[in-house]
């Protein structure tokens, strides 16, 4: 489907005010932990463009984060799922603006101590993605299924605390320099159960993302179903 400029104007422009989100609880090993708990929450739910900034690890700058004493339980090999929302205080049915599509993704750091690690600098290793596949963007997933993220921790790493970084990337108006839109926060987990078996390679944040990845400055509007994503950021970890 062909899309004229002033169309792809308007659905960049669409629905402002519903547009943006927060990664805002987590559900894991059975629970559904409350809003804010464990996670380094920001009372702005804005993105962050600059792929260059500290704030691309756990957010912040811009969207200041307030921090939390608390460390969320998980089990190697569960799968956990982000919650997503627009405000702190919005709906399942309030997530992120239909037009915000991109992909989702997730990584992890091993860290002394989760409640005060800064999150940006070294350690860091993705442990989930997801593009595009026959026309259908990650974060459209999220949006139809009331927000949640699927994430499945890795079985083969080891035990103690970590940042589990969510992200959601929205390229509605990516055809221009620092014209995505990240969205991110860190949740704090102390994980058990791990074998302990692989030792992941791992990334910078910043420094996973530059500014003209291809999954990063992009012009969606011009895709076919049939077209293909490239994913930005390191390779994804397995075990």
């Not at 559900?27 to 804005?46: C, F, L, M, N, Q």
């Not at 004493?69 to 627009?86: F, K, Q, Y």
């Not at 600098?121 to 595009?132: L, M, S, T, V």
Request: charged residues 15%; hydrophobic residues 35%; glycine residues 10%.
């Amino acid at each position: 489907m062909k899309y004229s400029s002033l169309a792809i104007v308007v659905i960049a422009g669409a629905s402002v005010a519903s547009a943006h989100t927060i990664f805002v609880q987590l559900e894991a090993d059975g629970a559904t932990h409350p809003v804010s708990y464990g996670i380094r929450t920001p009372s702005y739910d804005g993105p962050i463009n600059d792929v260059t900034s500290n704030d691309l690890a756990c957010n912040g700058g811009p969207n200041p984060t307030t921090p939390s004493a608390d460390i969320m339980e998980v089990t190697a090999g569960s799968t956990v799922n982000a919650t997503w929302r627009h405000t702190l205080t919005s709906g399942p049915d309030d997530v992120m603006d239909a037009s915000h599509k991109g992909p989702t993704l997730a990584y992890l750091k091993k860290v002394d101590d989760a409640t005060s690690d800064v999150g940006y600098g070294a350690g860091w290793f993705k442990i989930q993605e997801d593009g595009y596949t026959d026309g259908a963007w990650g974060t459209s997933k999220v949006i139809d299924d009331a927000g949640k993220h699927p994430i499945t921790i890795p079985t083969c790493i080891e035990d103690g605390q970590y940042l589990l970084r969510a992200e959601m990337i929205a390229l509605h108006a990516a055809s221009s320099e620092l014209g995505a839109q990240l969205y991110m926060e860190c949740a704090q987990i102390k994980v058990s159960g791990g074998k302990a078996s692989v030792t992941p390679a791992t990334s910078s944040i910043p420094g996973i993302y530059k500014q003209n990845d291809p999954g990063i400055l992009i012009n969606i509007y011009s895709m076919t179903a049939d077209s293909e994503y490239v994913i930005p950021g390191p390779e994804l970890f397995t075990c």
